[in-house]
């Protein structure tokens, strides 16, 4: 069995958003401003191919390329959940908050276990931030 450290002081606190944001790094979801420049760029490459297509051909394959983006989000927010579970897991490991669980051993467990230790994590983060007396 794994175990969250009781008392986060802190210090633990700051080390592990640092170790979360370390880790999330680079993961970006699709914006409606991304989504708009990654169109720009399409019409641009088109119009630089030189290559002329009738509005019906130009909607159709406008219309591929937005179900091609929309189905690179959807497989992108299903996965979601998964990285962010093993985010939170990964950094409490980092930051020392995880007492018997190695950061690099985290992905020898199933997602099942990682839910639940994130949920572990995430009950133990609400706790140390109650402010006595409230």
């Keep these: 069995m794994t175990t969250i ?12 958003f640092k170790a979360k944001a370390d880790l ?7 914006t409606p401003e991304k989504l708009a420049e ?3 760029a399409f019409v641009i490459a ?3 191919s030189g290559e002329k297509l009738a509005d019906a051909r130009f909607k159709a394959l406008l219309s591929e390329y937005a179900g091609t983006l929309r189905q690179s989000q959807q497989a992108k927010e299903d996965l979601d959940a998964v990285r962010y579970n093993g985010t939170v ?6 930051a020392g908050l995880i007492v ?9 467990l199933s997602p099942g276990a990682v839910r639940g230790l994130s949920q572990q994590v995430d009950a133990a983060f609400l706790v140390c931030y109650e402010v006595p007396g409230e």
């Design 46 to 48: 088109l119009r630089e």
């Design 89 to 94: 897991v990964r950094a409490a490991c980092l």
């Design 24 to 30: 999330t790094a680079g993961i970006t979801t699709l």
């Design 100 to 108: 018997d669980l190695e950061e690099g051993a985290v992905g020898d």
């Design 38 to 40: 990654a169109l720009l």
């Design 5 to 16: 450290k009781d008392e986060w002081l802190q210090k633990d606190t700051e080390a592990f």
